[in-house]
């Protein structure tokens, strides 16, 4: 990208961001596309603003640019300067406006917290570490091929993030996706490779395979999504210290496409390396580049604990 480019893009941003004046017509086609898509983006967010829970907009906004402090607008430079990030925000709130319009019109999804102490590691900032070194659990669930998957097996020599939440989710769970799709887009190909993300229901009576399947691709394909039995979920979350999952009825009226009731989960990605255990986890507070660098020391070096 020449500097001119540069120039055009920051003052396209700086235009977005009611900074400076419209920059005029693009000098080249790149440019023409970017402006296209930056434009795009911009009014999907500043629809979904008007709907009734816009707090999903800064919280999915800012999963992706992570810019600026927050309750303070985001800039759209950092948004739109990461072509492929802006491409996963687009397809959630273009692509997938449909999931999102539905699903997010009630009150904010409730969400409980790893358990014991846990703390941070200098190592991996914006990370938090884990209160200890949880083992993936042995368990086997059904894949959104109606393939039987053993979730050990299929992370075996992979670092691997692994999500509880569901599709009906109003605000946490697509706002954790989109931030897991930007982390993995700011990797080069050669760690993300390594890299997979698995996505376990916590709703299997709405969330089929193919529900899933459909929610996911909002984010990324490559996404594993998994469903079971209530039992061997709870398993797996007990095993991991995480509160169990649990179905609370939703009196409110507000969100007709709850099926009366929401789904209290965990609300944070466990992060497994090639040892098979879990010794870190991040919330929709972390930044894509803070995971992305995370995840490419830990492919690089695998887990290193806090001196």
């Not at 687009?90 to 539905?102: D, F, I, K, M, R």
């Not at 990324?220 to 169990?244: C, K, R, W, Y």
């Amino acid at each position: 990208m020449t500097g001119t480019c540069d120039a055009y893009r920051e003052s396209w941003s700086a235009c977005l961001d009611e900074e400076g004046p419209d920059p005029g017509p693009p000098h080249c086609t790149e440019c023409a596309d970017w402006a296209e898509r930056a434009r795009s983006l911009h009014q999907g967010v500043t629809a979904l603003a008007g709907r009734p829970a816009p707090d999903l907009t800064d919280r999915l906004l800012g999963a992706i640019t992570a810019s600026g402090p927050p309750g303070r607008p985001r800039s759209w430079r950092t948004t739109v300067t990461a072509a492929a990030a802006a491409a996963v925000v687009a397809a959630v709130l273009v692509g997938g406006a449909t999931v999102l319009a539905g699903h997010h019109a009630g009150p904010p999804a409730q969400v409980s917290q790893v358990a014991g102490p846990s703390g941070q590691n200098p190592n991996y900032p914006g990370l938090v570490q884990s209160p200890a070194a949880y083992p993936e659990p042995d368990v086997t669930l059904t894949d959104t091929s109606g393939q039987a998957l053993n979730l050990p097996a299929i992370s075996r020599n992979r670092i691997t993030l692994v999500y509880f939440g569901y599709t009906h989710c109003p605000d946490v769970c697509p706002t954790d996706m989109a931030l897991n799709a930007a982390a993995l887009s700011e990797l080069p190909a050669s760690v993300a490779r390594q890299v997979q993300v698995v996505f376990v229901t916590t709703d299997p009576n709405r969330d089929s395979p193919s529900v899933i399947r459909q929610w996911l691709d909002h984010f990324n394909s490559s996404f594993i999504g998994l469903t079971g039995p209530v039992s061997v979920i709870h398993q797996a979350e007990s095993e991991l210290d995480m509160p169990l999952s649990y179905l609370k009825r939703d009196n409110s009226g507000n969100n007709a496409n709850s099926g009366g009731y929401q789904v209290v989960h965990a609300g944070y990605t466990l992060i497994f390396t090639p040892d098979g255990k879990a010794h870190l986890f991040y919330e929709s507070t972390a930044r894509p580049s803070e995971v992305a660098a995370a995840l490419a020391k830990l492919a690089r070096q695998g887990f290193q604990a806090a001196a």
